[in-house]
C-alpha cells in the first residue's frame, strides 16, 4: 500500500478505455489500496483507477472529506455503472489531473449506481447533489473523459483556479 502520484492531464491514461476487474483479484485489492492511500494524501473528494494509472473500473469516493458533505461516506466501487439520473443541471467542477482549471458541465442531480462492493457483493446507491456529480464525474474517469471533453465552450466555460 502507498500513495501513488495522480497522473496528470494529458497523460494518455486519462483517455483510454478501461477494464472491468475481478473482485477476487489479489492485484485489484492492492490497486484499491493504493487508491485509498492516494486519495487520503489528496485534497479531493473521489478517485478513479486510470488517475493512478491502471485502466480498470474501480473508483473510491468520500465526499465527506469535504466539509458539511456527508454522503455515503467512504464508498469504494468496482464495476460501476449508472442505472437512472435525473435533474439536468451545469455546475463548475475540478479534477485532480486538471489542477489548474476548473469547468462548467452538464451533470444530473439525482443518480443512481450500481457496482460491486471490494468483496464482491452487488451494491446500489443513490446519490444526490455533490456526491451524485462526484460518481458521475469518476465513472466519466472510466470511459477516458475528463470534465475538459464535456464542456460546451472554451472561452465561457473554462475557469483558470486561483492561486
Ligand atoms: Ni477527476
Redesign the pocket.
Known sequence: MSVRPILLYPDPALKAKTARVDPASPEVAAIVQDMLDTLKASP?V???AP?IGHLMQLIVVDVSRKKGEQGHGLVVLLNPHILQQDGPRVIRE?????PDYTGNVLRYERILVQGLSPDGLPVTLAASGFEALAFQ??L??LDGM??LDRIASLSTDLFRRKR
Open positions: 479531493g473521489a478517485l478513479a488517475q475540478g479534477c485532480l489531473s486538471v464525474h469518476e466519466d474517469h475528463l470534465f
